[in-house]
T-cell receptor, first 113, second 113 residues
């Protein structure tokens, strides 16, 4: 059973470009969570999605950030017009239901030049 | 706001030493507390604790929760260089947002040969 997959593992963007981060949950998991880890900071919750639904996006910046989890395909975290402050590691986690342990992917390290 | 404090922030030991990592938390509606090990990639699940005073063990690692004092410890005996990592604790809220994990900044453990 493959774990949570994220790609790309490393992403470099210039200021103003768009970043698209992908997450494929573990097989059988329909709950996806995105977290951001800034340098020297702990992991911070961003958004929780189930298939085709955003359940809670309270941790996500209101502008430039969006997330989706379509019926088919991976979950996508999209950051438009990136700025240097968006440089961080973005982790995706999944669980089979809301009460279970969250299993994390390897993360995408975004660097904004 | 939920708060998690881990101590020490970093620790350097020699192989064979025993270490104790601490996690104190303030969570409005506590459900469980999770420990993760983070090397250079995905946080890897170690333990989930829900009941006070019951020790969970996995090999050389063990953990216990004190719900009265809002505290958990993670013990590692006979440390090995492969134990070098950041150890994260994360309480889970049982309220309306029971999927949110609130992470501490972690304890960076370095085990020298």
């Amino acid at each position: 059973n493959a774990g949570v997959m994220q790609n790309p593992r490393h992403l470099v963007r210039r200021r103003g470009q768009e970043a698209r981060l992908r997450c494929s949950p573990m097989k059988g998991h329909s709950h996806v969570y995105w977290y951001r880890q800034l340098p020297e900071e702990g992991l911070k919750f961003m958004v929780y999605l189930q298939k085709e639904n955003i359940i809670d996006e309270s941790g996500m910046p209101k502008e430039r950030f969006s997330a989706e989890f379509p019926k088919e395909g991976p979950s996508i975290l999209r950051i438009q017009q990136v700025v240097r402050g968006d440089s961080a590691a973005y982790f995706c986690a999944s669980s089979p239901d809301i009460t279970d342990t969250q299993y994390f992917g390897p993360g995408t390290r975004l660097t904004v030049l | 706001e939920d708060k998690v404090v881990q101590s020490p922030l970093s620790l350097v030991v020699h192989e064979g030493d025993t270490v104790t990592l601490n996690c104190s938390y303030e969570v409005t509606n506590f459900r469980s507390l999770l420990w993760y090990k983070q090397e250079k990639k995905a946080p890897t699940f170690l333990f989930m604790l829900t009941s006070s005073g019951i020790e969970k063990k996995s090999g050389r690692l063990s953990s216990i929760l004190d719900k009265k004092e809002l505290f958990s410890i993670l013990n590692i005996t006979a440390t090995q260089t492969g134990d070098s990592a950041v150890y994260l604790c994360a309480p889970a809220d049982s309220g309306g947002s029971n999927y949110k994990l609130t992470f501490g900044k972690g304890t960076l453990l370095t085990v020298n040969p």
